[in-house]
């Protein structure tokens, strides 16, 4: 593997295992959302944030080692607009995978439920119980999931692009069983 130019397997590794969990909690709150309300739905909502309280914090994780590690360089001919989209895109990507969970935390407590990670561990509510607050917080959490969703496809797509039309190896970085163009 050339290291000057390839992610770290810590960085494949947490790439892959939190992009599998948004992509798994994003469709539990899709599927959970629309349940008519019973235990059932009570479980799959505790579920729900015990995998946003996880993704938070792999995501902190995955930022210190960002941070740390720094990553490939773009291919050298890729325009320079198209690499200040790629990272502005990237660490949108970081401010949304924050987001997201946090502003779920938010919502939980302003609307007075809360959030025990995996049913043993206790957070505490960072806002008052505020009913009206709570909703504005859902729709925040919403916009927020569905921004990151379509900001996802566009990443996904770019990757496939530099792979199946540009032949470079920005995907197969990712994905390094990939034979690279």
């Given at each position: 593997?050339?290291?000057?130019?390839?992610?770290?397997?810590?960085?494949?590794?947490?790439?892959?295992?939190?992009?599998?969990?948004?992509?798994?909690?994003?469709?539990?709150?899709?599927y959970m959302?629309?349940?008519?309300?019973?235990?059932?739905?009570?479980?799959?909502?505790?579920?729900?944030?015990?995998?946003?309280?996880?993704?938070?914090?792999?995501?902190?994780?995955?930022?210190?080692?960002?941070?740390?590690?720094?990553?490939?360089?773009?291919?050298?001919?890729?325009?320079?607009?198209?690499?200040?989209?790629?990272?502005?895109?990237?660490?949108?990507?970081?401010?949304?995978?924050?987001?997201?969970?946090?502003?779920?935390w938010l919502?939980?407590?302003?609307?007075?439920?809360?959030?025990?990670?995996?049913?043993?561990?206790?957070?505490?509510?960072?806002?008052?119980?505020?009913?009206?607050?709570?909703?504005?917080?859902?729709?925040?959490?919403?916009?927020?999931?569905?921004?990151?969703?379509?900001?996802?496809l566009v990443?996904?797509?770019?990757?496939?692009?530099?792979?199946?039309?540009?032949?470079?190896?920005?995907?197969?970085?990712?994905?390094?069983?990939?034979?690279?163009?």
């Amino acid at each position: 593997m050339d290291t000057a130019n390839s992610y770290t397997r810590t960085a494949i590794g947490l790439h892959w295992l939190v992009a599998v969990a948004i992509v798994g909690t994003f469709g539990l709150g899709l599927y959970m959302h629309e349940l008519p309300f019973s235990p059932d739905k009570l479980k799959l909502y505790a579920w729900h944030k015990w995998a946003g309280v996880s993704i938070f914090l792999l995501v902190l994780l995955r930022l210190v080692w960002r941070l740390t590690h720094r990553p490939p360089a773009p291919p050298a001919p890729m325009p320079a607009w198209q690499r200040r989209a790629a990272e502005g895109a990237h660490w949108l990507l970081y401010l949304l995978m924050l987001a997201v969970p946090l502003s779920g935390w938010l919502m939980s407590s302003a609307k007075g439920v809360p959030t025990v990670w995996f049913g043993v561990l206790p957070l505490p509510d960072l806002l008052a119980k505020d009913k009206a607050l709570g909703e504005l917080l859902e729709t925040v959490h919403k916009t927020f999931n569905f921004t990151m969703a379509g900001l996802v496809l566009v990443h996904a797509g770019a990757a496939l692009k530099h792979h199946l039309i540009n032949r470079d190896d920005v995907l197969a970085r990712m994905l390094p069983m990939l034979k690279k163009p």
